[in-house]
């Protein structure tokens, strides 16, 4: 419900329908009911009224024919008490939500016990060859690469001196080497 005035109007049919309902209908085969949620369309011409009863399906049946015999009076009732220019029609819609909950609390039950059976079996499991088959070439890589980064830093090193001292061998005390010099003497 994007829009905020259906969502009050939807809140006030909710207690209006679950007081009336509380206060009780003259019809027998209205069962134990509770309102569950009221969605109201954005105009505010249609009611979605989703109830749950408890109990076993055939007072479900008998309950949502009562709900649906007093459709008209519980209309009349939100009518008066809505205070609103138009009343919306109401719809009563049996809500599957708790047998839904109920089913996904079955499964949830069902998967612990197979974590369990699962964690019963690894316990006294034991592993097919060593505990960490890779722990040993691992190590041995490591030394390895460690004694291979030594090697070439060393070589590294070596490059760069040898670079150096041949720079220096071609410069003149400036700093400058026999090409710059011969090129400042020209121009001056």
Known sequence: MSNPRAGKVAERIHQIVARRLDKGLRDPRLGFVTITEVRVTGDLQSASIFYTVYGDEVSQADTAAALKAATGMLRTEVGKQLGTRLTPTLE?????????????????????????????????????????????????????????????????????????????????????????????????
């Open 92 to 188: 009563f819609i049996h809500d599957e939500l708790p047998s839904t909950a109920e089913h996904m609390n079955e499964l949830l039950a069902e998967a612990k016990r197979r974590d369990e059976e699962a964690r019963a079996l690894a316990t006294g499991a034991n592993y097919a060859g060593d505990a960490d088959p890779y722990s040993k070439a691992r190590d041995e890589r490591a030394e390895e690469s460690d004694d291979a980064d030594d090697a070439d830093e060393e070589d590294l090193d070596d490059d760069l001196d040898e670079e150096l001292d041949d720079d220096f061998d071609e410069e003149d005390e400036d700093g400058l080497d026999e090409e710059e010099l011969e090129d400042d003497e020209e121009r001056a």
